[in-house]
């Protein structure tokens, strides 16, 4: 038997009908690639949204067509998360720091019929757009005035005037909400990039469960502003974009410039509450903090993912600046994958145990289930010690990859292969121990990686640190730690050890301590362990 | 092009599952019927949920068969939230205030096939029980020793005995998401009780809206634990005992004793941070604390709906017991009408306008949609003076009645029809102006009875006041407003038209004031004017 209640779709466009209707005021900010600041309304926004829409049914966009945007935190880009998907195309948000080959491969995989670029990505869209099959437009993200005086690109139209040529009038449609959103290409280090393509279920069942997050510490859920310095290409910046329209938040987008001060503009002149970013940008931004003098008034929360915090780093925003970061797990393939709050009944712990808490990758979240396994797929106890294959289950995990390709996302039990390796305390705390592949086997036994990192962190002199396994003809793998100094600071390998000496098994001690001067990052900013493997694959242990 | 995203129901036993998972050491605290308090943990609760499961299934229920509970909100009601809809059967909560033409009608719809009382309701229950067609067994919630020596109810079972020749494990089912979960009547003034029937999709999409209110002003959402004053069998107790087991925090539950210093025992002894309930709650439990002398140390918010509190409640909460009075908007065919948080940016606001806020009926939640319009259908602008026929829709308002009996509940563009008058603000927040049918028509205009009530409830001597429309040789109504006052206070009909002449429009003011000892209440506790209106429908006004 049925329920009798109405049967809507949960539909993307509902979240900016509604900011537009009902904080048709409320401001949405954001930095141009250019560097000004650009200032409009939820209201007209969506004017421009609707434009947008009229824009891509012209073009002739039909649902399920893919459009794809190279493009930073900007405001256009915001209206494509609305104009494109609104009329039940899909968008397909593509990172511009990949390489060339991985953008040829997979805006032609996609199937992009347009695609919209910035001033800052036109240099790379140029250099590949001979090698990409199915673009048939170009569209340049910006007004008449700016666009380019001359370009390589074949048909480059211009956003603004694409817009103006439309009314601002569009019946968004409703359709089955499981219908395909947004596309966005995990970027693995290794074979081709992997679709994963959203549904609009799926877009609003996780801003759903990340709304709460605005209205913690906040009184009467009055004050939120929302600025995700995540990349809108990046796991749709963390929902942010369909969660702050939703709430009539105000919005703000940093659009490419995540210089620090640039940053602490927008934070404290605009007021922001709560912002989501992987820790890299907060190691920057309080060494500049901290040499600047300056404090945050507003700010409270920074969602934070995509790879551990240092212990310093959590306590320093803290007590210093009054920001709590937040952890979360989550992955392309599983955005809301774990709660940033912290567990109920926890609040009056003192400062080191809740600083504890928060080293975790956030807690169990309702809609998730959970599970750790052993190589040979046996479920591992939430004991909080065990650690084994993380897998996940949820109405907005993904299921396979777009087209098939990449193999399956999924084990024989139909759960996520999340590829992280973690633990589960009682109480449904998450701590990721290390990556599949990044764990050093020594001996049959497995060494975490990460909780080297996070122990060598703790130094002061350790600006970043990262243990690889290197080959032992005995031992199968033994760890070595390959470490970043901070701006003047000085350490040697002994001291270094001696320090970490005690913190973790003995038997987990690196064998080798190598000091070097940049750690090498991915596209999306994370630590590349697999280019300090290859750049280490021949070092001779001393032992 | 649908989305590659796993393909999972929203279900309301995952809530429990979560939290038996992951909070299975957090506290349920439950007064029971005899007055002594209930412990036990979210893992136990799970345990006997899935032994009711197994029990129910024995006695041969099927998904879609009606389980009805006549219950206050102890343990056993809320292990039947999900003992019973985890099955796929639905649980029909039925308001033991009712009349008894009512339950018999009700239970008889309903085709209810098992009824489960308690000590408090079995009376009610042995006095209909010849009249019911449709129940197999009657099931007493209640340990062995404490069932009725003597009854007249054949066949009377006892719940603790049911559950334990069960296992406690049952594997909750998967199924379509929009299947029936619960049937709750709508207390209708007139004619017949409608059945309202939600889904799991509907349950689990209003509890995901009514999340985030727990977080409010809680440091890392840690500090949550939420005690539903609201009764069970009125809107789900607002959803509270599925909001409770996702988010992990404590439930603490009332049983039926509603004395002030019973709730405040647990409010305050069990370190409550969110509560939900008409104000009537509150008028007597601010009474109570200002004559004890107590105050709160953990309450931050208590939600409020039903009816319009006054001025002076809201502002007492908050400025002599720290606690946010925050109203939204819903009834049984449409919970989750409003959102009962402030807008965002109003944080900074001075106490008067943030009381002012909070006098409105909440304001517009994102996923549902909302229009105001005249007696000619025709709609009305969101200018916050406008004053029309509220109307809703969302995926969780309801569309019919059960066995399409009671009328439409929805308009002709498919929009429910509530049966509120309303304004919206251009900034989306919601006043009611009052009921259709309590508005009172002078001269062609309408005059808010509740905008009269609010004002006249101002005056310190005024305990309530209620405005109620008496015919009119000229103007066809004119208002009589009638008044119960404060214990001990003196009060004039003359001293209070004075006090509310400027306060409102000259031709609002009442014709007539009239003292009585106390208001007439229907069975939700809700202010009953259609008994006000029978005993004043001969009044002479005076001029």
């Known amino acids: 038997m049925q329920g009798l209640i109405m049967d809507m779709p949960l539909m993307i466009s509902a979240a900016i009908r509604h900011a537009a209707t009902f904080h048709g005021d409320t401001e949405v900010v954001a930095r141009t690639i250019e560097g000004d600041l650009h200032r409009y309304t939820y209201a007209e926004a969506h004017a421009r949204m609707q434009q ?11 649902p399920g067509d893919r459009v794809g945007s190279l493009a930073w935190n900007t405001h256009r880009h915001f209206e494509m998360f609305y104009g494109v998907s609104g009329t039940g195309a899909v968008l397909h948000t593509i990172n511009p720091r990949l390489f060339a080959d991985q953008l040829v491969y997979i805006i032609n995989h996609a199937e992009d019929r347009l695609l919209f670029v910035d001033a800052a990505t036109l240099p790379v869209v140029e250099a590949i757009a001979p090698r990409l099959t199915t673009i048939e437009h170009y569209v340049m993200m910006c ?19 694409l817009l103006a040529a439309e009314a601002p009038h569009y019946d968004w449609p409703e359709f089955d909400e499981r219908s395909a959103s947004t596309l966005c290409y995990t970027s693995g280090t290794t074979g081709n990039p992997k679709g994963v393509l959203y549904s609009h279920r799926s877009a609003l069942l996780v801003a759903l469960q990340i709304a709460p997050m605005a209205s913690i510490g906040v009184p009467n859920g009055a004050g939120v502003t929302m600025m995700p310095m ?15 329209p939703m709430l009539g938040a105000k919005l703000v987008l940093p659009g490419r410039n995540y210089e620090p001060d640039k940053l602490y503009e927008l934070l404290e002149g605009e007021r922001v509450t709560l912002t989501c970013g992987v820790p890299t940008f ?43 970061l937040m952890q979360a797990w989550g992955m392309t ?5 774990s709660a940033a709050t912290m567990k109920p009944g926890a609040a009056d712990l003192p400062f080191d145990q809740r600083i504890d808490q928060r080293l975790k990758s956030g807690r169990a979240l309702f809609g998730n289930r959970y599970r750790i396994v052993d190589d040979e797929g046996k479920e591992l106890p939430h004991d909080g010690v065990a650690f084994g294959h993380f897998r996940v289950k949820a109405p907005w995990v993904s299921s396979a990859y777009f087209k098939g390709e990449g193999g399956s996302a999924l ?5 996520l292969k999340t590829g992280d390796l973690a633990t589960i305390s009682p109480d449904g705390y998450i701590a990721l121990t290390d990556r599949s592949k990044d764990v050093i ?55 270094l050890l001696d320090y970490m000496r005690g913190k973790v098994a003995s038997w987990w001690l690196p064998d080798a301590v190598e000091f070097i001067d940049q750690m090498p990052l991915t596209g999306t900013g994370k630590l590349w362990k697999l280019k300090l493997r290859e750049r280490f694959k021949d070092y001779q242990l001393k032992a």
Chains 1, 2 share one sequence.
């Open 411 to 415: 084990d024989e039990q139909g759960w």
């Open 143 to 161: 007004e008449p005035a700016r666009m380019p005086a001359k370009t390589s690109l074949p048909k480059l139209l211009c956003y603004d005037e």
């Open 282 to 324: 907060w190691l920057i931004l309080t060494e500049w903090l901290q040499r600047s003098g300056k404090k945050f008034s507003t700010l409270r929360i920074s969602l934070s993912s995509g790879s551990a915090p240092p212990r310093s780093l959590v306590e320093t925003m803290e007590r210093d600046f009054g920001v709590q």
């Open 333 to 337: 393939e599983a955005l809301g994958g």
């Open 52 to 62: 947008l829409a009229n824009a891509l049914i012209r073009l002739g966009m039909k």
């Open 230 to 244: 995540a990349p809108m290409f990046h796991g749709n910046a963390w929902q942010f974009p369909y969660v702050a």
């Open 441 to 495: 086997k020594s001996g049959g036994e497995w060494i975490s990686s990460i909780e080297l990192e996070n122990v060598a962190s703790g130094h002061p002199a350790v600006l970043q640190a990262a243990a690889i396994g290197i080959a032992h003809p005995k031992w199968q793998e033994r760890p070595l730690l390959v470490v970043t100094k901070r701006e003047g600071a000085s350490l040697t390998e002994k001291e």
